[in-house]
């Protein structure tokens, strides 16, 4: 398991020729599928890089590190401005630890 | 029904495109768009096309971001020093002619890619911070879009999603590349004038550490399927030094760079013991700070012998260092900043486990590749082969790629100032290996799907040749589950295996283009595997201890031994060895730093 898609908040970067996460996918593992939501064609493909987790504009997917390596209830979610991300982690009890990356903007 | 069997026509009868270019660059990661550019600065009226399998926005080693360059010349340090000190880490052996250019380069393509707008980190005095010997501080999140888009606004052509499959030869020489697209019916036919290889080099050989959905969890690109080498192989390509194979000392499950931990934040290996092993046992070749293949080894025999599990000791760190610690891994490596959340780890409170990825084959950190000459040509007339799959030149990392792209397109561009013609088609259809020929094997698994059967139980699915090529490679040619070690007889079993594997090539078998990608990628693993088992089984000595054990031979042999291992495959499909002496140009004791 390597990404998973909320696709409530996926819309497939509307007309876009490649959506977002198609672009910055190294392996050509994600598409649209035939409702027009990004979908991973293969999950054990995933080298787990996160380029698609930071470049979707929606943050509608997030990195679920596979069960046979890591336990259930963390999360770890980008938001990315023009200079910095700032990353959120979130620990299996709640709290919560914030780091702000400066970033060129481009 | 009938819809489908016209979808499967077109898939199955690609429209040819054909294109010239002047200049060909065959992968768009680090090493080729470096190449791009430069070559469009040098000369604006050359066509320059990339050509490359993912999109080049994220795609190569940089998908994830870098948060340092590891060589580069801090002040007082010169090409000479840096080579010096690569010959240390390479154990010897290497070529001091291809090291000294590429460290000449580093100032120029690090200061190039800062003015791109890469974010390197200063002091207050406006120096490079320097994090050891070799390298500096970068805010590299960004690295690879900011060298892609660079590409796009200096007319570059790009070819985004196709994937190369054979060089066009012409008496002897390349004249480009064919390729197939990877979501459309298209097969490119690109000649070129010159063309320059960069397309890394091979994970993928070797059964990694994790499984299922976790495969790919591995230090190098899954994606670098070694298809440069694997043209090369069969286009009759000198290669070098495949036996000076690459494994990384990671984090373990999560497989994250310890270069962080060791020269970001001062961590030292110990054992379950907590033993500093490295300083007790290894001291001799140089403690903590030995060459890279000891570090690996170091700790691979602490878990042999029954002293695991094997750590880098971060208690050290306050709790501020250890939130310092995880900002840097979001550079570059955030899934570890996660995972330790996931499993209640806190750096500062217990050291981190570490252990030995699966071998690579690559050139960027060994020396694995094309046999090049100091402008990084080729043996094959027409080719340049520039980063991870070009040879003989350890120690590259980002800024060395960087380098090789730049000196590749440096003289490419010269060349093709006085290259009169390009093939043309009629040309590359009466050569003996035909374009028809290259359609017919490049599409035949799409047949043997849609047209021979349509089930999965009549052929082999590129997952089921992948692992079973990674097995034998793990267990007779020096994987993770033999501590790295081999011995002639047992390379024997894996070259004997190998052989049948390859018979089998004609059933396997691919549904759609992305299958089919697959599918040419685990065949060029395998032509690059049976060249390595060669290379592995010529070298009789162990020069580069965890990358390249010989049980039988453990001893390294600097009377027999101090040349290169290179091979050319035949026609007949023949590897046959060739012997290449090592010319020693700095001075000094070859195994001091």
Same mark, same amino acid.
């Given at each position: 398991?390597?990404?998973?898609?909320?696709?409530?908040?996926?819309?497939?970067?509307?007309?876009?020729?490649?959506?977002?996460?198609?672009?910055?996918?190294?392996?050509?593992?994600?598409?649209?599928?035939?409702?027009?939501?990004?979908?991973? %064609?293969?999950?054990?493909?995933?080298?787990?890089?996160?380029?698609?987790?930071? &470049?979707?504009?929606?943050?509608?997917?997030?990195?679920?590190?596979?069960?046979?390596?890591?336990?259930?209830?963390?999360?770890?979610? !980008?938001?990315?401005?023009?200079?910095?991300?700032?990353?959120?982690?979130?620990?299996?009890?709640?709290?919560?630890?914030?780091?702000?990356? !400066?970033?060129?903007?481009? | 029904?009938?819809?489908?069997?016209?979808?499967?026509?077109?898939?199955?009868?690609?429209?040819?495109?054909?294109?010239?270019?002047?200049?060909?660059?065959?992968?768009?990661?680090?090493?080729?768009?470096?190449?791009?550019?430069?070559? #469009?600065?040098?000369?604006?009226?050359?066509?320059?096309?990339?050509?490359? #399998?993912?999109?080049?926005?994220?795609?190569?080693?940089?998908?994830?971001?870098?948060?340092?360059?590891?060589?580069?010349?801090?002040?007082?340090?010169? /090409?000479?020093?840096?080579?010096?000190?690569?010959?240390?880490?390479?154990?010897?052996?290497?070529?001091?002619?291809?090291?000294?250019?590429?460290?000449?380069?580093?100032?120029?393509?690090?200061?190039?890619?800062?003015?791109?707008?890469?974010?390197?980190?200063?002091?207050?005095?406006?120096?490079?911070?320097?994090?050891?010997?070799?390298?500096?501080?970068?805010?590299?999140?960004?690295?690879?879009?900011?060298?892609?888009?660079?590409?796009? @606004?200096?007319?570059?052509?790009?070819?985004?999603?196709?994937?190369?499959?054979?060089?066009?030869?012409?008496?002897?020489?390349? @004249?480009?590349?064919?390729?197939?697209?990877?979501?459309?019916?298209?097969?490119?036919?690109?000649?070129?004038?010159?063309?320059?290889?960069?397309?890394?080099?091979?994970?993928?050989?070797?059964?990694?550490?994790?499984?299922?959905?976790?495969?790919?969890?591995?230090?190098?690109?899954?994606?670098?399927? +070694?298809?440069?080498?694997?043209?090369?192989?069969?286009? +009759?390509?000198?290669?070098?030094?495949?036996?000076?194979?690459?494994?990384?000392?990671?984090?373990?499950?999560?497989?994250?760079?310890?270069?962080?931990?060791?020269?970001?934040?001062?961590?030292?290996?110990?054992? &379950?013991?907590?033993? =500093?092993?490295?300083?007790?046992?290894?001291?001799?070749?140089?403690?903590? +700070?030995? !060459?890279?293949?000891?570090?690996?080894?170091?700790?691979? %025999?602490?878990?042999?012998?029954?002293? +695991?599990?094997?750590?880098?000791?971060?208690?050290?760190?306050?709790?501020?260092?250890?939130?310092?610690?995880?900002?840097?891994?979001?550079?570059?490596?955030?899934?570890?900043? *996660?995972?330790?959340?996931?499993?209640?780890?806190?750096?500062?409170?217990?050291?981190?486990?570490?252990?030995?990825?699966?071998?690579?084959?690559?050139?960027?950190?060994?020396?694995?590749?094309?046999?090049?000459?100091?402008?990084?040509?080729?043996?094959?007339?027409?080719?340049?082969?520039?980063?991870?799959?070009?040879?003989?030149?350890?120690?590259?990392?980002?800024?060395?790629?960087?380098?090789?792209?730049?000196? &590749?397109? %440096?003289?490419?561009?010269?060349?093709?100032?006085?290259?009169?013609?390009?093939?043309?088609?009629?040309?590359?259809?009466?050569?003996?290996?035909?374009?028809?020929?290259?359609?017919?094997?490049?599409?035949?698994?799409?047949?043997?799907?849609?047209? #021979?059967?349509?089930?999965?139980?009549?052929?082999?699915?590129?997952?089921?040749?992948?692992?079973?090529?990674? @097995?034998?490679?793990?267990?007779?040619?020096?994987?993770?589950?033999?501590?790295?070690?081999?011995?002639? /007889?047992?390379?024997?079993?894996?070259?004997? #295996?190998?052989?049948? *594997?390859?018979?089998?090539?004609?059933?396997?078998?691919?549904?759609?283009?992305?299958?089919?990608?697959?599918?040419?990628?685990?065949?060029? =693993?395998?032509?690059?595997?049976?060249?390595?088992?060669?290379?592995?089984?010529?070298?009789?000595?162990?020069?580069?201890?965890?990358?390249?054990?010989?049980?039988?031979? /453990?001893?390294?042999?600097?009377?027999?031994?101090?040349?290169?291992?290179?091979?050319? %495959?035949?026609?007949?499909?023949?590897?046959?060895?060739?012997?290449?002496?090592?010319?020693?140009?700095? !001075?000094?004791?070859?195994?001091?730093?």
């Amino acid at each position: 398991m390597a990404v998973i898609i909320d696709h409530l908040k996926c819309n497939g970067c509307r007309d876009a020729l490649e959506s977002r996460c198609e672009e910055v996918c190294p392996g050509n593992l994600m598409i649209r599928n035939e409702e027009h939501k990004a979908v991973i %064609r293969s999950m054990s493909d995933c080298w787990d890089c996160m380029a698609c987790v930071k &470049a979707c504009p929606m943050q509608a997917i997030k990195t679920k590190l596979p069960y046979e390596l890591a336990a259930f209830g963390a999360e770890l979610k !980008p938001k990315t401005t023009n200079k910095q991300i700032v990353w959120t982690l979130k620990y299996p009890d709640g709290r919560e630890e914030v780091f702000t990356i !400066p970033v060129e903007s481009i | 029904m009938a819809k489908k069997l016209d979808e499967n026509n077109i898939m199955l009868n690609p429209i040819i495109v054909l294109l010239e270019t002047d200049l060909l660059i065959i992968g768009g990661g680090t090493a080729g768009c470096l190449a791009a550019i430069e070559a #469009k600065e040098l000369n604006s009226n050359i066509n320059v096309t990339v050509v490359e #399998k993912a999109n080049i926005i994220r795609s190569g080693c940089l998908a994830a971001g870098m948060n340092a360059i590891n060589a580069y010349l801090n002040p007082g340090e010169t /090409p000479e020093s840096f080579t010096k000190y690569v010959r240390y880490d390479a154990c010897g052996l290497l070529r001091e002619d291809l090291v000294l250019s590429q460290a000449s380069e580093f100032e120029y393509v690090v200061k190039k890619v800062e003015s791109w707008g890469l974010p390197i980190l200063k002091d207050a005095n406006g120096n490079y911070q320097p994090r050891g010997r070799w390298n500096i501080k970068i805010n590299g999140e960004k690295l690879k879009p900011i060298i892609a888009r660079k590409t796009i @606004k200096a007319g570059v052509k790009v070819i985004n999603r196709a994937f190369a499959t054979n060089y066009i030869i012409e008496k002897g020489s390349i @004249k480009g590349v064919y390729a197939v697209s990877t979501n459309e019916s298209k097969f490119y036919v690109i000649k070129a004038k010159k063309t320059i290889v960069a397309t890394g080099g091979a994970a993928g050989i070797y059964k990694p550490n994790n499984t299922g959905n976790a495969r790919h969890k591995i230090w190098y690109s899954p994606f670098n399927a +070694g298809a440069g080498y694997a043209m090369g192989i069969r286009a +009759g390509a000198e290669m070098t030094s495949f036996e000076h194979r690459f494994i990384a000392l990671r984090t373990k499950d999560i497989i994250s760079p310890t270069g962080t931990l060791a020269l970001g934040f001062g961590a030292t290996q110990i054992n &379950a013991n907590n033993e =500093r092993f490295m300083q007790t046992k290894l001291s001799h070749v140089g403690g903590e +700070g030995a !060459p890279t293949p000891y570090r690996v080894f170091g700790p691979t %025999r602490e878990l042999k012998e029954g002293r +695991g599990p094997c750590y880098m000791d971060t208690t050290h760190l306050s709790k501020e260092q250890a939130y310092e610690l995880k900002k840097s891994f979001l550079d570059m490596y955030p899934d570890i900043v *996660l995972y330790w959340a996931a499993n209640g780890i806190e750096p500062d409170k217990e050291p981190i486990e570490i252990q030995g990825t699966e071998p690579y084959i690559m050139g960027g950190h060994n020396q694995a590749g094309y046999w090049v000459d100091v402008n990084r040509q080729t043996s094959l007339p027409g080719l340049f082969a520039a980063g991870d799959v070009s040879g003989g030149a350890p120690y590259k990392f980002v800024s060395g790629c960087f380098a090789e792209g730049v000196i &590749a397109a %440096r003289q490419a561009v010269k060349e093709i100032m006085f290259e009169q013609q390009l093939t043309n088609l009629e040309d590359i259809n009466k050569a003996e290996y035909s374009l028809e020929k290259e359609l017919e094997r490049v599409y035949q698994p799409l047949h043997r799907f849609h047209i #021979k059967n349509q089930e999965l139980t009549q052929g082999i699915t590129y997952e089921e040749m992948e692992a079973r090529l990674q @097995k034998i490679m793990d267990e007779y040619a020096g994987g993770v589950s033999s501590f790295y070690e081999m011995s002639e /007889p047992r390379l024997k079993v894996a070259e004997k #295996k190998l052989q049948q *594997l390859r018979s089998q090539i004609p059933f396997l078998m691919a549904k759609d283009y992305f299958e089919l990608m697959n599918v040419h990628e685990v065949i060029d =693993r395998i032509d690059v595997a049976e060249v390595l088992v060669q290379h592995l089984i010529y070298r009789q000595e162990t020069r580069w201890p965890a990358y390249q054990s010989r049980t039988d031979y /453990p001893e390294r042999n600097d009377a027999k031994w101090l040349k290169f291992v290179n091979s050319i %495959r035949d026609k007949n499909g023949e590897i046959k060895i060739i012997e290449r002496p090592y010319e020693q140009i700095v !001075p000094g004791d070859r195994y001091l730093p």
